[in-house]
Every structure is written in C-alpha cells, then in structure tokens.
C-alpha cells in the first residue's frame, strides 16, 4: 500500500503562484504513475497533470504552460507548481497514485483564487 500526504494550498489572488508537495510512503517502488487531480464544487473532478513511468507528463489544456508537475524521487515527493492563477482554478486538489493496479489517493488541500 501506499500513503499520501499532501501539503500546500490556501489563499491568493488572481495571477499569483502557490506550490503543492504530495509525500509518498510505504510500497512507492511499486508506483508507476502519479498526478493531481481537483475538484470544485458541484464540478466534475478534473485531471490537472500527471507523471508516469519514464517521467512523461501531460497536462489539461486550462493548465498548460501555468502549472509544473515534477518528482523528487529522493524524498518521495511529488510536487505541482501553480503559477499564474486563475479564479477558475479554485477548488479542492488532490494527488494520486498508482501502483500494482491499485490507486491510492492523499487528502484534498483546498486552492482558492481570489479575483
């Protein structure tokens, strides 16, 4: 199994920046694919980016070019990087894995972007 720790998140206004740190323990050499994922209220939850295998990413077209995904496999960490944010990116962020055909989900971190 695997477990999440999400970190990050809060308040700020439009056009600013905040970063998101995802820690994984336990069974992570089993992992081959991680990413966020948000959800706004009363909204289909919305895959934001993802890193698998080899370190391919991809990324939704509404973050493009605005948030960074990366890993620092040293301390088992997945981070996002949000830059220029926009109202609509308001809502609850989670990260994911997912290992040995199982998916593993840490706690949401809430990003509000004022306008």
């Known amino acids: 199994q695997v477990q999440l720790r999400v970190s990050g998140g809060g308040l700020v206004q439009a056009g600013m920046s905040l970063s998101l740190s995802c820690v994984a323990t336990?069974?992570?050499?089993?992992?081959?694919?991680l990413g966020w994922y948000r959800q706004a209220p009363g909204q289909q939850r919305e895959l934001v980016a993802r890193?698998?295998?080899?370190?391919?990413?991809n990324y939704a077209d509404s973050v493009k070019g605005r948030f960074t995904i990366s890993m620092d496999h040293g301390k088992n960490t997945l981070y996002l990087q949000m830059n220029s944010l926009k109202p609509e990116d308001t809502a609850d962020y989670y990260c994911?894995?997912?290992?040995?055909?199982?998916?593993?989900r840490g706690q949401g971190t809430q990003v509000t972007v004022s306008s």
């Open positions: 994911y894995v997912n290992a040995r055909g199982a998916t593993y």
């Open positions: 336990g069974s992570v050499s089993s992992i081959n694919e």
């Open positions: 890193i698998a295998t080899g370190s391919s990413t």
